[in-house]
Structure formats: C-alpha cells, structure tokens
RNA sequence: GUGGACGUAGCUCAGCUGGUAGAGCCCCGGAUUGUGAUUCCGGCCGUCGUGGGUUCGAGCCCCAUCGUCCACCCCA
C-alpha cells in the first residue's frame, strides 16, 4: 500500500453520519429564505485578489494574513473568496442588477481563511450568507434581523444573543476615528502592544480589546453612539424600535465594530456562550458604500453571514434535532433467484410509490445477517422474498418497529407498504 | 502568527520506573439449518501520526515534522 495523503490543515469531511446537520440546517434556511422572498445567487470561489482588497479592506487581518491568494499561470494573482459579500456585490455589478432594482439575496457555500483552526473555526468553512441592495431604509435591516430570529427559532436554538450597533456614515465614522486616535494617544503608555498596533490601522478595534488591564481607558473613552451623524442616529432610533415591536430583544453595544472596512451606520452579531470563544454565529451590517468602491452605481446595501459549521455545534450542543435520515423499506432476499426478483419488484415498488425509501440488502449472506442490516438501517419495514415467495408470486411484510408480519401479492406490495409507512 | 495540551485497532480508550501491544464498541460467523433486541461462543482488525536520534532494546526518553484541541490574535 503506498502512502496516505493527509487532509489539508483546517479543511474538513462532512461524513454521511454528519450530514443530516447540514441538510436540516440548509432546508430552514431555504425555507426562511423563500418565506421571506430572498433569492439564490451563486456566485464563484475564486475571484482577482484586488476585489477582496479594494472590498474588504487592505489592512484587515483577513486581507493581510489569512487569504488564500496566488498567482495563476498568468502571472494574475487570484485568491479564494474569505466571505461571500465581496463576490456578491461584484456579481450584481458585473451583470447589471444594481439599475433601478432592489434585489433579496442569498447564497450558501465555502468561504476560505488562514487561520489556525480551532473548533468552530475552519480554513474552509461554509456560510449562509443574505443580501439587499437597493434597500436604505431602516426596515430592511429589521427584517435581515428578523429573519435570522426566524431561524433560530425553526432550528431550536435559543442560547444566542443579539447584539446591535451603529457606525455611522463613513465620514461620521471618520470624524470619530481621529477623536478617539486623540484620546488613546493621550494615553499611549497604558495600551497594550496589540492596541499600540491597532491605532495606526484600524483605531475602533481597541475598544474591543478582552484585556481586563484596559478596561477602564476604554470605559473612559469618547463613544462612536454619541457622535452619530443625525440621519444615522434616527436610522438607527427606527430600528430599534422596529425590533421591539417584532419582539426581539437586543442590547445596544456601542464597542462592537466589524473587522471589515466596508460596513456603515447598522452592524449587528449573534453571539452565544456555549461555544467557547468562538461565541459570534452571525453577523452582518449595512455597507452603503461599497457598491460604489467597487465601481457600481450608489446602492444602499445590508447583509449577514451566518457561519455554518458553528451553527451546526450550537444545534448539537443545545440537543436539536435533525431527522435521521433512514429508509422506510428494506429488503431481504435470499438466493440468487429471489434476489434478481427482488430486484425487479423493488424498482415496481419504487416506480408505483415514488416518495418511498426503499433500500434493498445487497450484501447477501444469511436472512440472520440480512434482518441484521435491515433492522440497523432504522427502516420501519422489511419485505422478504425466498424462494417460497417468488414461486408463489407473494412477499413477505414485516414491520420491525412491533407489528405482525403478513403476506401480500406482489401486486398489492407498493400500496401496502406505503399505508404502512404512513401509518 | 504566538503560547500550551494531545496523537496507540474503524470508534472510545488502557499500556506500571523504557523490555518488542490490550479492552470495550463496531464488523463477520455460529448457538439444529428462512427472521432483527439481549445473552453466550468464536473470528477479523494495528508499519503505536510521520521521519530521525539515544539505547543491547522505545508506544513509553530527545529532536523535527504533520495533524487535532484549547487560549491569544482575528472572525462566521
């Protein structure tokens, strides 16, 4: 035997046993989608690395350390996309669906960063991402929010918080950045190493520094809510009040601000506690200018990015269901003749009654062996034919969650099992 | 990228101060021969993550490397 490849770091398998997860996680989130008149885009993984720059940010972590970017044959430097926004605003340019629409839109795949794994954080991991262009006002935050509540909701998750923020306009934000660089500078000497950085690139992020040694500078500090520009405190007023009356408890916290450079005035994160340090499984905001940096016509635009894999242990963790995914029928054939019959009434069956699960043992050996499967395979029927059975054009039925076994023509088989499945 | 813990059969793990690997689960077969729990019996399964080094001898010691996990950083 040669030598195995081993697994990319941080790049992982979804195994059928996982899978149910992942497609119950999908189904709500489709359906919440649909619900709600968001449609899919799909859009693709690898784009020039000057979009997600220009996009995200050329002094964001993302974009500085943790993108997956190289040259192709070319010499064109491509990078594999870190989050789906980018792409999506870039898609509604390049196809011209930002002139005079509004557009509800969602995608679902792959995003990719270098970072160093941790549970719950993935060089390649999948988000359920939602998008709206065309939408400036206030409502259309609320309903992005709403929706995500919606899901949680469907899911049965409940240990998740919302939190909410505003930044402002990007020159409201501007203004607050040279305010607080001021009044961290004034106070240089008791900032730590990575706030020291953090004030030449990106100022607001000191605010949310988890070391305790700096909590009272930061409680201290000039607050971005206080120095709202007057359209995005009402904005934001009007959202707050939208919440409430849909019933959605949320706390205002005014140091949350996004690593990206492109969000204005909203920005909003789901967090939870059971998830370790990784508490953020949702977030998103308003990125009114971004469509414009990226060379489209001025679009108000909101969006969140649900990550899925984080999700999905927030479900485990909180004890969700997702179904089992099992056949509603197997069958049982011994010898050869039974099993080419088998064989054949199995696709009748399937072609008479189409939304049955049939799943037929192919495995052989021993009815023992064979019932073994079928009863480890969680069908709630098994259909068995030997040779007695085939001569006299019968199968037998027997149920495998309590219930008497019966004979029935092969004729009536496909009626009867799905009344028995139904039942 | 920084710091720390870990890496033994498909899975969960044991392996005393170094003497050439074990259990449970799973899987397969059987318990009078066409029927799934349980029980009983039997069987299969490992280059002890990988590569070096120390040693008469290493799963146990040292180094490197890959991977996982935790924290930081950052973020979904």
Known sequence: MSEHIEPLRGMNDVLPDEARWWNRLEAVAREVFSNYGYREIRVPLLERTQLFKRAIGEYTDIVEKEMFSFEDRDGQSLALRPEATASIVRAAISNGLLHNQKHRLFTIGPMFRGERPQKGRYRQFYQIDAEAFGYGGPEVDAELIL???????????SRVRLEINSLGTAE???????????????????????????????????????????????????????????ESRVHFERLKALLEAAGVPYTVNP?????????SRTVFEWVTDALGSQNAVCSGGRYDGLVTQLGGESTPAI??????????????ELGC???VESPDVYFVMAGATALARGLQLAEDVRTAAPRLKLETDLGGGSFKAQFKRA???????AVVLGDDEVVRGEASVKPLRGGEQTTISFD????????????
């Not at 040279?178 to 009044?183: A, K, Q, T």
């Not at 990575?194 to 000039?222: T, W, Y």
């Not at 969006?303 to 485990?316: K, N, V, Y």
């Open 147 to 157: 929706m995500t509540a919606r899901m949680w909701r469907q899911l049965g998750i």
């Open 172 to 230: 409201a934000r501007a203004q607050y950045r040279d305010l607080l660089r001021e009044y961290l500078r004034a106070h240089e000497a008791q900032l730590d190493a990575d706030s020291v950085r953090r004030l030449q690139g990106n100022p607001l992020r000191v605010l949310d520094s988890k070391n305790p040694d700096m909590a009272e500078l930061i409680a201290a500090a000039p607050l971005l809510t206080d120095h709202l520009d007057e």
């Open 255 to 263: 140091r949350l601000v996004r690593g990206l450079d492109y969000y």
């Open 303 to 316: 969006g969140w990015a649900m990550g899925m894999e984080r999700t999905i242990l927030l479900m485990q």
């Open 321 to 323: 269901d997702a179904p």
């Open 375 to 381: 009863d480890k395979s969680g069908a709630k029927v």
């Open 412 to 423: 009536a088989l496909a009626a009867h099992l799905e009344a028995i499945v139904a039942g």
